[in-house]
């Protein structure tokens, strides 16, 4: 029996067939791989039966082959995400290593600062002095007294005053007003209202040549209402009644709701020291309500500080009173810088110098004539 001549192209060597063989071989390990990952439960794809070597198709194998060669999609997009996965944490642990880092740092330095308290504070216990040696100690003195005198030379630098122009000052010429009331009266016409006008005049021209914001005010003044200044010094004199002696000295009084409180008090006690040591005149401590409870206190501002003072008799001591203007208004003036600047060491020694005790007449002092 005659067989057909076996046709050139299909015959191929055995060397070739192996190495398909492997080709398909490694093909398909892969793709079990991919599969594998992909679809575990999968079945496994069933490859042809290797055809015989005489019998082999040329393009089949080909085809396997570049099935191989390409990478699969899924598998390309699972490397990536590992690939991400492993960049994520190596930058977790960078991070874990910083942060470890500077905690061992913050650690260290805790324990450095509680250490060297704790061995200092040991060290100055129980070392003795002479554990120092003589001249070092000298130098360390030295240092000290260097570094103490220093200290000593800084000066503290004062706060700026208040300037003159920006503190007020009110001087009530006592009976002064529309109400024309002319207060005591002499029997030659004399009035307490002029004498009081006379000084209250000369008074606001010494403070305002100091600078200070001076208000002259009447009696009955509307201004008077709430009124709020540094001081308020009420101007008056006294009756011009014949008690058959001579009733002489000068009063001077703040409200007796505020006797005793340290601004009111003060004001009075600077300006009865400088007025009667000007004016060389008596003070006397009979003080009537008309003066405890004058209308003026319950109408001023109550952080207002406020005096009223009667300068004279206009009976007994009227010679001082239409004589001695310039001394009266400069003892009242200087009485209200004494209250604004008590620490001026002549204004101390003013008010620390021995007053005249109060008078032993029993002789009654006549009330004001200021309607309430």
Not at 69 to 83: F, G, N, S, T
Not at 95 to 106: D, T
Not at 345 to 355: G, S
């Amino acid at each position: 029996m005659n067989h057909p001549a076996p046709n050139p192209e299909d015959q191929v060597s055995a060397s070739s067939i192996f190495l398909e063989m492997m080709r398909r071989q490694a093909a398909q390990q892969q793709v079990d791989t991919v599969q594998a990952r992909e679809a575990p439960q999968a079945p496994p794809v069933e490859l042809e039966e290797t055809p015989p070597a005489h019998g082999i198709d040329i393009a089949a194998v080909a085809s396997l082959a570049e099935a191989a060669d390409a990478p699969a999609p899924a598998h390309q997009h699972e490397r990536d995400r590992l690939r991400q996965a492993r960049q994520q944490r190596r930058q977790e642990r960078r991070r874990e290593r910083a942060v470890s880092a500077f905690g061992g740092v913050v650690r260290s330095m805790i324990i450095v600062l509680v250490s060297s308290t704790v061995t200092a504070t040991i060290f100055t216990w129980w070392t003795a002095p002479q554990f120092i040696a003589p001249d070092v100690r000298n130098t360390l003195s030295v240092a000290l007294a260097t570094a103490t005198h220093q200290v000593e030379l800084i000066v503290p630098t004062e706060l700026p005053q208040t300037p003159n122009y920006l503190r007020r000052i009110g001087i009530v010429s006592g009976h002064r007003g529309p109400e024309d009331d002319p207060g005591a009266v002499c029997p030659d016409g004399l009035t307490e209202r002029e004498v009081n006008l006379n000084v209250a005049t000369i008074v606001i021209r010494n403070l305002q040549n100091r600078g200070y914001t001076v208000d002259l005010l009447d009696e009955f003044d509307p201004r008077l209402a709430g009124y709020t200044a540094n001081a308020l010094v009420s101007i008056h004199a006294n009756t011009c009644v014949d008690y058959g002696q001579k009733v002489s000295g000068y009063l001077i009084s703040t409200a007796a709701a505020r006797t005793g409180s340290g601004n009111d008090q003060l004001l009075v006690e600077c300006v009865g020291a400088f007025y009667g040591q000007q004016v060389q005149i008596e003070r006397r401590y009979g003080l009537t309500r008309d003066m405890t409870d004058y209308h003026i206190f319950r109408e001023i501002n109550p952080t207002t500080p406020a005096a009223i003072i009667e300068l004279g008799f206009l009976y007994s001591d009227r010679d001082i009173l239409t004589t001695k203007t310039d001394e009266m208004a400069q003892g009242i003036s200087d009485g209200i810088l004494c209250f604004l600047d008590p620490s001026d060491p002549n204004i101390l020694a003013t008010l620390t110098a021995p007053t005249a005790p109060p008078s032993p007449t029993a002789i009654p002092l006549p009330t004001l004539t200021v309607t309430p």
